[in-house]
């Protein structure tokens, strides 16, 4: 959305489905249209079937961007849709910009080490899959956007069908699904003291996350690491405890509702995103936290 106000450029969505008039309708409250395209052969992810819808859009509007969610579905879909279409593609951004003719985009390198600007190059379009839970969603509009509707293209002929989805084996929790996250870092010392970041966890009815020196040593399973390596979340409540906030755990976390740090630090990288800072001992803040926090829902 902000990409196309500062450009002056029309924002509109196209939504591939079947039966999905619900969805259209919120979508239409976050963009100038919302074009949808309902069909059975839509009604679940096919990639040969989005693209060839796709590319009969594209080639006939020819928007100057077309975003797509940097997913499993998204990597099987665009970097086929730029190829039959011969524009240009950038892939996991974590930020963009139109200067003129040209995309710039900001991707991470080197196991998210490093941030880097990249132009690609001149055209009249480009097609760009964006990181998950990278931007803020934006406020809805007041008054909803133009719903349209267009024809399945009827010339289309597939030749995969969908059969089903097959899923990977669950981990212990999904960190992404929690509305509070209690994060520790290397400040946590050893492992037995994670039993502290724990407990708060417990009170708060959230799940423990951890950064990645703690995956590292071992001491919690890679599924609950938070940063670029490991998961993006984006809670309604994150305390990171003992984090001194490396880039690439903040591009996990950054855009949590609230954020607390606790460290011992005052000069912490990790407060300068955050809403509320404690400058003080781990030791001493998180089991205070739990006690109160233990009383006044015993007091309810």
């Known amino acids: 959305m902000m990409v196309a106000k500062s450009r002056g450029l029309e924002l509109s969505v196209i939504l591939l489905g079947s039966g999905c008039s619900e969805l259209a309708g919120e979508l239409a ?16 992810f096919n990639a040969e079937a989005y693209r060839k819808v796709l590319v009969s859009f594209i080639a006939n509007r020819i928007p100057r961007l077309t975003l797509i969610g940097h997913t499993s579905c998204g990597l099987d879909l665009a970097p086929a849709l730029a190829i039959e279409l011969g524009i240009p593609l950038a892939t996991d951004c974590i930020d963009l910009r139109l200067d003129g003719r040209s995309l710039i985009v900001t991707r991470q390198v080197y196991g998210g080490k490093l941030n880097i600007e990249g132009v690609l190059k001149e055209a009249d379009n480009y097609v760009a899959t964006i990181r998950p839970v990278t931007f803020k969603p934006g406020e809805p509009r007041t008054r909803p956007g133009e719903i349209i509707s267009l024809e399945y293209p ?44 724990k407990k708060l966890a417990e009170a708060l009815k959230g799940e423990l996350g951890c950064s990645r020196p703690v995956v590292d040593k071992g001491w919690l399973p890679k599924e609950r690491q938070v940063g670029s390596s490991g998961k993006t979340v984006k809670p309604k409540l994150y305390i990171a405890s ?36 404690v400058v003080d001992d781990l030791f001493m803040v998180l089991p205070a936290l739990t006690k109160k926090i233990s ?5 309810e």
């Open 295 to 299: 009383n006044l829902k015993g007091s």
């Open 29 to 44: 409250y976050h963009a100038d249209k919302v074009i949808v395209v309902n069909h059975p052969n839509l009604a679940e």
């Open 154 to 197: 009827k010339d289309i002929k597939l030749g995969t069908r969908f059969i089903g989805f097959v899923e990977p084996p669950p981990g212990e929790v999904d960190i992404t699904d929690a509305e509070v996250i209690v994060s520790v870092g290397r400040g946590i010392k050893e492992e037995k003291n994670i039993s502290i970041a």
């Open 242 to 277: 003992g984090i001194s906030g490396s880039f690439q755990h903040m591009m996990g976390m950054k855009n949590s509702e609230l954020i607390v740090a606790v460290n011992r630090d005052p000069k912490a990288p990790i407060f300068s995103i955050a809403d509320y800072g």
